[in-house]
């Protein structure tokens, strides 16, 4: 069974992209700006960029290890603890 979700867009400058490999003469000769950085999508002719955005459950407790948080005071260990507190009408 084969079933259609669409077209996908590819990201400029991604290694399905017809640019992956250009180096800046090649892009001139391809009449594309040699600075392009790639890292988005084209679509219907317009720029369209994903951001991820990443928020912390509300009222949960999350655990991580930083081994850098040792170097900040003698007492301090790697793990730490942090929590998104929000009140309850605000849900």
């Given at each position: 069974m084969n079933l259609n979700l669409g077209e996908i867009p590819i990201m400029v400058r991604s290694k399905h992209c017809h640019l992956y490999n250009y180096d800046g003469q090649s892009m001139i000769d391809k009449y594309e700006d040699y600075c392009e950085f790639g890292g988005y999508f084209v679509l219907n002719g317009l720029e369209k960029l994903i951001r991820l955005l990443?928020?912390?459950?509300?009222?949960?407790?999350?655990?991580?290890?930083?081994?850098?948080?040792?170097?900040?005071?003698?007492?301090?260990?790697?793990?730490?603890?942090q929590m998104r507190t929000v009140r309850e009408d605000l849900y």
């Amino acid at each position: 069974m084969n079933l259609n979700l669409g077209e996908i867009p590819i990201m400029v400058r991604s290694k399905h992209c017809h640019l992956y490999n250009y180096d800046g003469q090649s892009m001139i000769d391809k009449y594309e700006d040699y600075c392009e950085f790639g890292g988005y999508f084209v679509l219907n002719g317009l720029e369209k960029l994903i951001r991820l955005l990443v928020i912390q459950k509300q009222n949960y407790p999350v655990a991580f290890i930083r081994n850098s948080y040792m170097n900040r005071m003698s007492n301090f260990t790697g793990y730490a603890v942090q929590m998104r507190t929000v009140r309850e009408d605000l849900y």
